[in-house]
């Protein structure tokens, strides 16, 4: 079975592009030919998307699950419990497009959806680039997205992370520490 990875943001939106800045980050490494790479600027395009016989894992800029440069890693029954905020600009959020697809395509929607979302502070509209930190956090990103995307299932924490629960990156040493 084949995995579609959607990255989903704005890229004139500062961080809320970081799910296509991941994408960039893939397509420039190359992946598995079972992997297919989209993008959608939304969450109403992304309910086209979801109707496909292959898994999905979604990548979104999320408000309200830790600081900036860390990784949330959601199953979408996990949605109407969690306290993180998938982005939408236009009214229907990610939980909404994934329960609209269900119910227009029922058995031809996504057999398993995921959530990697990325923990980010504000949208900066206008703004083509990523704060540092999360820059900073996209090769660790994208290597989890691979790591999904090439493993026979999406188990819960198959890349590492608990659902719902903020991943810090390594903090490092300060100056004049051992």
């Known amino acids: 079975m084949g995995t579609r990875v959607i990255g989903l943001g704005q890229r004139l939106a500062g961080d809320d592009a970081v799910g296509l800045e991941i994408l960039d980050r893939l397509r420039a490494e190359g992946v598995p030919r079972d992997v297919e790479l989209l993008e959608a600027t939304d969450a109403a395009s992304l309910v086209s998307m979801l109707e496909t016989p292959?898994?999905?894992l979604i990548v979104d800029a999320v408000l309200g699950a830790g600081m900036p440069g860390e990784i949330v890693e959601l199953d979408e029954a996990d949605l109407p419990a969690?306290?993180?905020r998938l982005l939408s600009t236009h009214g229907l959020d990610v939980g909404g497009a994934i329960a609209l697809a269900r119910t227009l395509f029922g058995a031809h929607a996504a057999p398993s959806i995921r959530i990697l979302g990325v923990p980010i502070a504000e949208v900066t509209r206008g703004s083509p680039e990523l704060s540092p930190a999360v820059g900073a956090v996209i090769a660790r990103v994208a290597s989890v997205v691979r790591d999904h995307a090439t493993r026979p299932?999406?188990?819960?924490?198959?890349?590492?992370l608990e659902p719902a629960t903020p991943v810090k990156p390594p903090r490092a040493p300060r100056a004049g520490s051992a």
């Open 54 to 56: 292959h898994r999905v």
């Open 82 to 84: 969690a306290r993180v």
């Open 153 to 160: 299932g999406f188990a819960r924490g198959s890349a590492g």
